[in-house]
DNA sequence: TTGTACGCGTTATCAT
DNA sequence: ATGATAACGCGTACAA
């Protein structure tokens, strides 16, 4: 099975020790057993214990992805495989691992936060869109542990990745102002995440601007799923809107089909622009108008600010500031706008 | 910050090695003590160090995920948010981490195996469909590390879960022509992977049953994406099916809007049937004729299997049997087939 | 440059 | 039932 330090260090005439240095690449050794050591460890087939190295380091280069509970049920919204991606490759590039904790209600969640913010296996931490009154953060601090949210949080201390949703959202709303509409209603995310408060915001902001109506009825409560899409779009056509910005593409994809089942057409009859540039955002009749978010690169973001932030933390003591990143937003002009 | 056991046990007054003791519900210690260490881990608010718990007891506790290279193009696909939201369920029950690690190309592959499979971090892991001529599994053997794939394979010693993906195929083409389809197109998936060999066997095995053609023209290879299915029924379409059973729903969605751009109309012109029941086949106009395999229940079965291998080894040698399961598929009757 | 010796926090074996 | 003590495999001051 697995050799170890001693059995290459006999095999090749030195001290465990020398062994040690020419794996960790340390200065201080001779080219000559240098090269006898790497022979041994050739020959020995011989590879690191990773826990044995991590508990004398202390570091296991273990990062934690932890996705609360609240945001579990929208885990096969493309959103997150993809910020997934971005982030195991970056974690591929810089050496580390990644585990995945979904929260689910199966497990009571204090156990879940302690196997996971205390086990000692994790160097640090991703919070996936942890939400303003998740317990998880606060936790996060109490255990003293390095972790970066995804998704701005008010707490100066918390360090975080976001795209900048308010910009996207006027973008998104400027864009149907430009083309002529008025009746500009919206569909909104639960109002416990960021995300959906700053793009709700950034919608408000322009038709404040413009000075057009915005009132209840024009905009409606949907959870970022296909379905709450559709059902909000259903609220809102009482209302004849002539044109919807949406807050995610899932939810935009919902709405296009509750619009059809009306008998309107798109953008004839509705205009619609989403929020996210998701692969189906390209794949829906007809394309969908939206605004590109990074999101492989949030993830990859992520992992590297959380990097740093342990890198920082072990060199500096406490003394690091707080990271943040705004990623842009961008908007995807396609055909379920008409044309510009 | 973190306690440790000789700081309990002074603060108990007893050994370090009963303070071990209570925490691993040794039998022996008197209940007196038990008590009292309790109350002392309770106050030093001790955790037990899990790195140093593996390097004494030689078992982590975490399972890797591993996904194929070739696989993780597809990650966007609802099917795999769904196996790991199964399996990262199960580990939470069982009270295991997982380790979700993607090839990707931008490191090489041989870096990636020795990291997942000789880092001595993992006490198995699980292999996301790999295909046939993948060297990871051989690889795994090579390297005597406990894994189960997701998904049938030739060798005899694979340890693996599977779902009817024959019997599914058979059930989705038997319903077509039960409708009185004659011309049924089949889009398939990439050839050197398991499911869809077997997806694409069950059809042409009810086709011959019937004495139905099933002629290269009307079989078109996808790539288990949307545009990929959307592509390859374009070509089908030239062939004039009445009917098409494609080999994943992704697939399915494309080749609705492929039949669309065509102005033919689902079910009437062509009737088509899916495979997987992912969300969306529920939110498709028609909503999708599909068959549905337990997606979730594959990553729950494949931790369990995982952990049965482990424990099994650990007990027996490596004296276990080969461990297999096949879930049953379920034909799902909806809109896009017509009514039966 | 190289080797010695100790520490990392547990579990496990062996006396008592 | 409890307590020393030896692993587990590696990093690293410190000494040579």
Partial sequence: MSRTLDEVAKSAGVSRSTVSRVINDHPSVSDETRAK????IEQCGYRPNAVARSLATNRTNILGMVVPESVTKLFTDPYFPLMLRGATEACNRRGYH????????SVESSIMHDRIARSGYLDGLIAANASLDDKLIPGLFAEGIPFVNIGRHPDDRVNYVDV??????????EHLVRLGHKRIAMIGGPADMTP????????????????????KGLIAEGDFTEAGGRAAM??????NPTAVFAASDSMAVGAVKAIRAQ????PDDVAIVGFDDIPSARTVDPELTTIRQPIERIGQLAVEMLINVIDGKAAEGNMAATQRFVLPTELIVRGSCGSS
Same sequence: chains 1, 2.
């Fill in 37 to 40: 050591v790497q022979a041994a």
């Fill in 98 to 105: 990644l585990i995945l904790s979904l929260f689910t209600a």
């Fill in 164 to 173: 900048d949703n308010r910009g996207g959202a006027r973008m998104a709303t």
């Fill in 196 to 215: 959906a408060q700053d793009r709700l915001d950034g919608y408000l902001e322009v038709m404040s601007t413009h000075r057009l109506p915005a009132s």
């Fill in 234 to 239: 259903l609220e809102l056509l009482a209302e």
């Fill in 263 to 266: 008998g309107l057409r798109i």
